[in-house]
């Protein structure tokens, strides 16, 4: 009955739009005021500075400080030249070139609206005047930057990470596969439309240009390179990747491009700032929430509850798929997250599930959610550049989305795909 | 009168969440080098956990200032211009009441927390850690009360403020030298 009482406050509040990270705060705290007097007031406060000191999450302002300095820099217009020095020569390469480049840059941020903002104000308009469809290219575009937050650098898995006492690192590689995957199959469908619908190539393929975009975008090529390989080698950790990352970033759009002046770069801190911390007040709130949560047992009754219906792993699964799907409609991927992680762990740990694996299933969920309405700000922001309206958007796609879908599925029910590398690497 | 407390408050509130942010990436960075020198801080995951939960705070004031904090304003924005007012005072005022109770109750916990220090930096006081509780919680009170009344115009005309996030964020791209399109000339 409290559970029931606690949800439903929480969506109450949320719906009459009060701040998440407040709203989970407000019903964790009248639950604990009620179960134990207003003693629990003072451990909410304790546990309010508690829950932001959460250190494998101080990845996330510098990744996000890292993203935001990169986002201020011409570094994504030298990555869709040299992608399409290298592929626009396909036909519908234009198409290809937003996947791949979208592959590598989107979520680098934190912020999916900034990214996409970033690389949809070069590649929609171009793509409008290569005579793409406004609503196909806004589509391409908004469905592979989600896609994007598998493959780490990833928030989400950060988030995920330190709220489920994962490895990030196990997580990062874990993403691979399965961001290939998907990546992989979204070239496919990209190939198809420009077959059906006759898209355009763009130059033909020239060894000369290739070399000259490579040259121009080496620095933004090699920079994950550099972390992500000195993350997975055990060099640093993420934490510490993360903070070369700003050290790197810096010094590439100030020294190497010289295109950061001091406007830009206080813009991209106050941004790297709020970022991180409408992310951190929704960990720390929740914090107090976990705290209630457990003390009321729910997380344990919840997993009871579903273990009484079925115990099959991937009954479970297909449940919290459906869920998660639902619930990535209409929350914010971190928002999500750290609703529902601390309550389905428990659950996760019984029925024999790899934590890496949900993990990355958590992450597939959300990334589809970002392109379902009503809560779907990548969505809206491609529709936004394009100028086209968000149920033409829709139906163009349906047919990534569907990509998402699978790629999803086959994570689900093929755990070899996400977890293959991270045995090969760690045992 | 409103609107220069606002901007001072905002200058105030950029200026120390940046140097807070920055401070972080240095310790971080600071560490890797001097645990690849052979002399691991031993200070590092405490301090930089301590920096997080300031960061955390003053920089969701700083947030609020902006009502940039995640919600979802879509069913507030469908109810008719009657109702929409209500649910605006109602949810301001169960922010404020929740950070008023909070900074009260953090600001009793620190004097609980007299005498005692951080493990790593004996001379750095629990009180002045923990003190981040009860001043952020002002702050971020003081941040809701000085943007509501351009929170409450855009309430009444309707305006989405995810899709003003959104045009934000589409006009900074633009300005950028990777989002600037031909027609806008250098």
Redesign the interface.
Known sequence: MTAALVIAGLFA??????????AI??VA?LGMVADRGTIA??N???T??DG????P??AI??FI?AGALM???????RLIAFVTALIGFIRGGLSMVNVGVSLFFAEISG?A??DV??L???LI?AMKRRGYSPSFAAAVTSSSASLAIIIPPSLPMILYGALADTSIVRLFVAGIVPGLMGGFSMLLLCYWFAVRYDLPREEGFDLGRLWRAFKEAIWALFLPVIILGGIFGGV?TA??G???A??AALFISAVVYR?LDWA?L??A??E???Q???V?????TSAVLGLYLTEIELPQRLAQAILNLTDNRFAVLALLNALLLVLGM???G??AIILIVPIVMPLIHQVGIDPIHFGIILTLNLAIGQQTP??A?VL??SC??AKADIWSVTKSNIAFIGVLLFTLIVVTYIPAIPLSLVNLFYG | MTALLRRLLERLL?AI??AL??G??VV??L??VMRYSGSSPVWY?EV???Q??W??????A??AL?R?????????LKCGPRLRPV??V??ES??IG??V??A???W??LG?MAGESLVSVPWLGLQV??S??PVGCALFVLAQLLSAPDAWRRMRAGVDP??A???E??R???E????R?PEDGA
């Open positions: 509040l949320i719906l009459i739009n009060v701040p998440i990270g407040v705060g407000v705290l007031l003072y909410a406060a304790l309010l500075f932001a000191t959460n250190f999450l101080i302002p510098l400080l986002n201020t820099s011409s570094i994504s217009r912020s609206v900034a903002a970033a949809g104000s070069v308009p640093v934490t510490e993360a903070g070369l700003v050290v295109e830009r206080r813009a801190l106050a790297g700032v709020v991180t911390s409408v951190m007040l929704l960990v720390a209409f929350l914010h971190a928002a009503p809560v700000s809206v922001t936004s550049i | 950029e969440s940046i942010l920055l972080l990436a971080v960075v560490a890797v995951d930089a956990s301590v997080l939960a960061l955390t705070y003053f920089g969701a700083y947030a902006k940039a904090h995640l919600g979802f304003p879509g069913v507030v649910f605006f109602l949810g169960i922010v929740f950070l109770v909070m009260w109750a953090g009793v916990v609980v850690t923990q981040v509780i995810e899709g996030a959104i045009d964020a589409i900074h791209a633009r950028t030298p990777a989002g399109r």
